[in-house]
Nanobody
Framework: QVQLVESGGGLVQAGASLRLSCTTS????????MGWFRQSPGKNREFVAS???????LYSDSVKGRFTISRDSAKNAVYLEMNTLRVEDTAIYYC??????????????????WGQGTQVTVSS
């Protein structure tokens, strides 16, 4: 069973940057579609970005132009570079692997193997 581990969150001021990491000791990510989602208190988990083989990416409108998803197959890791952070980016960030649905799916239900998440807090 694939177990994902997210890290890299923290408390930053608006306008700052963070890089989140998602790693696994299990199956390689190379041929998998991987996604980042986030969840704020009282809200559903929402799609942030995904990366598909051989490197296609997809972003939600709210982060497009500010966030960049990437992967390092040698390290079995997926990253989310977050720039120009806003207060509304505050959430717990999760990574997951797409196991069903369309290649460009943004549905939480199409992803699994969620880790424990990493908290990102952006202050004004």
């Amino acid at each position: 069973q694939v177990q994902l581990v997210e890290s890299g969150g923290g408390l930053v001021q608006a306008g700052a940057s963070l890089r989140l990491s998602c790693t696994t000791s299990g199956r390689t990510f190379t041929l998998l579609s991987m996604g980042w989602f986030r969840q704020s208190p009282g809200k559903n988990r929402e799609f942030v970005a995904s990366i598909m083989w051989p490197g296609r990416t997809l972003y939600s409108d709210s982060v497009k132009g500010r966030f960049t998803i990437s992967r390092d197959s040698a390290k079995n890791a997926v990253y989310l570079e977050m720039n120009t952070l806003r207060v509304e980016d505050t959430a717990i960030y999760y990574c997951g692997r797409r196991v069903r649905g369309d290649l460009y799916s943004q549905r939480e239900a199409d992803f699994d193997s969620w880790g424990q998440g990493t908290q990102v807090t952006v202050s004004s």
